[in-house]
């Protein structure tokens, strides 16, 4: 073949050339198909959020699965399978807008048992599959969420992971030519851990007492659930009837706690703790879990007329500040009565 008497179009002399080159490359190569350049070519990508970098026990999150295409052209067709490990229970609580088909979790394998008796074996649909989606080149993106719910029981990692366009099992190919191939898949995982809970108690403390005496009130506070550390605590009268003079701790075992009694001058004063540190009773055998502290004060004497029904209160955690399993059980009274 000869091209001698083939000359490009005086549009642009280096137009001209390219076109001549691509019209030269195609029939060298035998096809008459105009030449795909990476700008002309859709570049699918997928991300994956958590809406909790960890949670507790029998928590939720949701993990948002976005599917877009910030390239050149459209795709339709396209495909998203993901997997999200170490749930207890999935549920998808958002469906990607516009699109053909709704996304599916795999249904669990139930096995048959013998002659039909027996319960059935059924295994978890963890698998997420979103198939036939059209994304629009530079459109809106697809959008589905998954819910996850933790273990009641066990800590862990809950994973989560996705590709789009992945390669199909008998070509071993993906269905989209794409400008970028390296961004259509992604992970994210959540960590799922025992949370504290913190109880306070009074083990001991006076029912009747009278102006001038001492008396010893007897405190422990105790962690159900998992490690924690700065724990405050605050014990104070309900009423002006208290000065609080000691704080120890019974077998000088603290925990970390810092004690001071606070005296202030247009108030009545009280006692504050900080600093505290307690363990996990159900994965630390050491029995640091719990902290026994001994208040002592003496009892002012009553002003005539008043009440003679008071109490005392401590609380632990006061603002807040550590997420627990149970908020409802930080603190605890003590009622004693003037003789």
């Known amino acids: 073949m000869q091209w001698n008497s083939v000359r490009p179009p005086r549009l642009s002399r280096k137009l001209g050339r390219a076109a001549f080159a691509v019209t030269l490359l195609g029939a060298s190569l035998g096809s008459a198909a105009p030449a795909t350049f990476a700008q002309d070519l859709p570049d699918l990508t997928l991300n994956i959020a958590r ?45 990607p807008t516009g699109q053909a088909q709704d996304c599916t979790l795999s249904v669990p394998l139930t096995l048959p048992t013998p002659l039909g008796r027996g319960t059935p074996v059924s295994l978890q649909a963890n698998h997420l599959t979103c198939s036939d989606i059209l994304l629009a080149a530079n459109g809106a993106p697809a959008i589905v969420k998954v819910r996850a719910t933790a273990s009641s029981t066990t800590p862990g990692t809950i994973s989560a992971s996705g590709f789009i366009d992945p390669a199909g099992i008998a070509t071993g190919k993906d269905h989209v030519d794409e400008s970028n191939e390296n961004n259509n898949d992604a992970n994210s995982d959540v960590t799922v851990k025992r949370l504290p809970d913190l109880d306070v108690d009074f083990l001991d403390g006076p029912n009747i007492v009278e102006g001038g005496a001492p008396v010893t009130f007897k405190v422990r506070v105790l962690n159900h659930g998992g490690k924690t550390d700065d724990i405050d605590l605050d014990f104070r009268s309900d009423r002006d009837d208290l000065n609080y003079e000691s704080v120890d701790f019974v077998d000088d075992v603290r925990h970390g706690f810092s004690c001071d009694i606070k005296e202030p001058v247009t108030a009545r004063n009280f006692v504050t703790c900080s600093h505290g540190e307690l363990g996990d009773p159900n994965a630390n055998p050491a029995n640091d879990e719990t902290v026994t502290l001994l208040i002592g004060a003496k009892v002012k004497t009553r002003l005539p007329f008043s009440d003679k029904d008071r109490s005392v209160t401590v609380t632990v955690d006061q603002n807040h500040s550590i997420r627990e399993s149970n908020e409802d059980n930080n603190t605890a009274k003590h009622a004693f009565h003037y003789d």
């Open 51 to 95: 809406s909790k970098t960890d949670i507790g026990l029998g928590e939720t999150v949701d993990f948002t699965f976005t599917m877009s295409d910030p390239g050149a052209v459209g795709a339709s067709g396209v495909l998203m399978t993901g997997d999200i490990m170490g749930a207890d229970s999935l549920s998808i609580i958002q469906q």
